[in-house]
């Protein structure tokens, strides 16, 4: 957050700022994340039931996937990450060069929460990360 | 909603696994190196009557081919092997008979017994066995203790002794945690074949032959049955889904 | 702690400087291993062959020894001998330091040590590594309540029961340690029932040589001689356990060797594998079981420095054992192509080869460090000294417990 450029967190600021007026005014000190994240229809379930939720669809799906060997896609990470890379990083934890934050690492810095899953898994979407291997010599 | 999308996955996924299928008989003429019948769906469990195994047929593994290793590293990501602490899924042991001087060679990878000790001295239940008779590590409970590592009687598990940059999607790995040959979970559960078996095809050898070794009607159960095959170790009676030929 | 020093001030300062080595000492492990964490153990000697190294040597040695430790208290406790009776404080002392300082060493070297929270919430338990999580910690629980009724004079009539509990855990406790070993069947180093036997008989001698040294330095400080009497026969005791332990690691290696298909190993442990068999024969046989029992059943008139002296070539003698055994019986290969000659990129057939580096020598070391600290900050907060009838009048109100 310390590095968003000016522009960006001016932005924010006035985003914020707007928030005060409905909200508390917790929300003004601490400038909320944006990310360059295309649009898509739909996510596999709605908005607030995912902001609140997805960890639990994630860590059940992972025991399903890695133990018994399913592997639908609706709440597999790598579908996360299929949608919710930045339009330019093509990745969901990269700050882009207009400031943006990757998709899971923005807000997971913005509530303070430790986000490990890409220690091990790919952060980028699975066609842009065959295309790279693809490049490698 | 969801449902319906993955019922159509399930269907474009079974015609892409019979695509395969196809590729690979046509990749070695008169031989069906790996049965894809089992078409099974994305939400299905991995089933329990399958025993997934592998034949290595060291008669056929050519001496200066190295094609399954690349391979494997290529399809997990692997470092070069070159230094003693970069992660080996799968390595080609080059063989000469003491007494005789016969020289042979023969890849070898995690060998996916029945009975592992690895899942036996696992502290935290990390490694464990599929139902289709895989072994696996779950690195989201494995500690890095290593002590499967000392269990293994076939030196197949690799620990991750750096960190990883750029993971293959399907492959998540990680510092500081065991591995080993999956024997290509991510694609059995796609109705693809293992990706050394493969590439061994594709290099015209034909030494790797996958399948399930319960179904009575599979090339490698039918192999089995028809000449002599043994397991690396038998003596330790871990019942390994690898077995092999000519050594 | 009954304090003697001529210059209190002096006494204090000595102390506190102590106590500040052995935490900055302990902060440098903790230091190595942060390094390892962030690096990943490719910063270590450690590879995928010799998966265990120092870290374990140093952990397994203090864990054996925090179990034999206890066989003082025990004797007072269980066996009735009054003269190790009063020194049952300092050895369930030693005990938890010990523990503490091994499982410092064990954890903090795990490829994932932030996930302590997953072996304490998820167990497999047809592993010994799970039953040891509750082993160890049992041991600082038993050793803490046996602690208290042996200072507490209200609790002192549980101490007899917490004694013979402790004796009964810490068999437990040697037994699931050597079982590490025991149940593995892939390597010809291991996968032996003598070993659960082996590490218990080899935990008496460790353990009271470690007593020994604390007791030696702790009445150095208080500017105390130890009664000859229970010098005499501290010293004797330390020579039976030396024997035994030399006698149940030969007897290992004769039966081993007696075998065709281990012949190979042993003889690469023994004889023509470099450094393992310079340790095995002239650190643990000469220098560590040889040299002590020279020094500890020679006649004449037993001197405080050559008991010390045989107890620190003990712990030499252990840790070159530990070395041998984790590190040596690794590097050997598995014999996956028995009659045939192996070679592979993974270090089939081939001899692997250790060299430690010094994230883990620091880890190792602030381990030991732990200890120190733990026994010198419980020596100073408890009358943890032994005060013995000879140079202490009124002796009868410790420990009336178990008579």
Redesign the interface.
Known sequence: MRRATALARAALLIAAGAAVVLASGIEARVPRPAHDTPKGERC?ENTEFMRRNHMKLLVHQ?D?T?????????HSL?NC?DCHAGATTRSVIARGPDGSEGFCAGCHAYVGVTLDCF????A???AA?TA??EERP | M?DR??DV?AGRRQFVGWGVAMAGATLAPGVMLFDLAHGRA?????PRGVRWGMLVDATRCAPDCNACIVACA?EH?LPDGKRSTDAQWIRKVELKDLRSGRALGAPVMCQHCAKPPCVDVCPTGAS?K???GIV?V???TCIGCRYCMLACPYQARSFVHE??V?????V????G?VESCTLC??R???DRAPACVEACAAAGHRALVFGDLNDPGSEIAKRVASYATAPLRPGLGLDPGVRYHGI | MPPVAANPQSESRRYWGLVALAALLALAGYAAAHHMDVNGHAVTGMDNRVVWGLPHVFAILMIVAASGVLNVASIGSVFGQAEYKARAPLAGLLCIALLAGGLFVLMLDLGRPERMVVAATHYNFTSVFAWNVFIYTGMFAVAAAYLWTLMERRMSRWSGPLGVAALVWRFVLTTGTGAIFAFLVARPAYGSALLPPLFIVLSFAWGLAVFLVAQAAAYAWCGRALPEAIHARMRRLLGVFVAAALYFSLVHHLVNAYFAQQQAFERFLLVDGGLYPLLYWGAFVAAGSVAPLALLWRRGAPSAASTLAAALLVLLGAFAWLYVFVIGGQAYPQPIFPGFDARSSFGDGAIARYAPRWPELVLGIGGVALAALVTLVGARAFAFVPEDPATTPAPAARGAGAD
């Open positions: 596999v992972r399903r890695v133990r018994e060997g399913v592997r639908t896609k609706a790598a990450v220690e091990c898994h790919a980028t979407p699975r990360a790279a291997a | 969801t999308r993955d996955d994305p939400e299905a469990p991995a290529k990501g464990f599929r139902a289709d696996l779950d690195r989201h960190p990883v750029n993971p293959q999607p399907d998540p790995r990680g510092k945690c979970v991510h059995i559960d796609r």
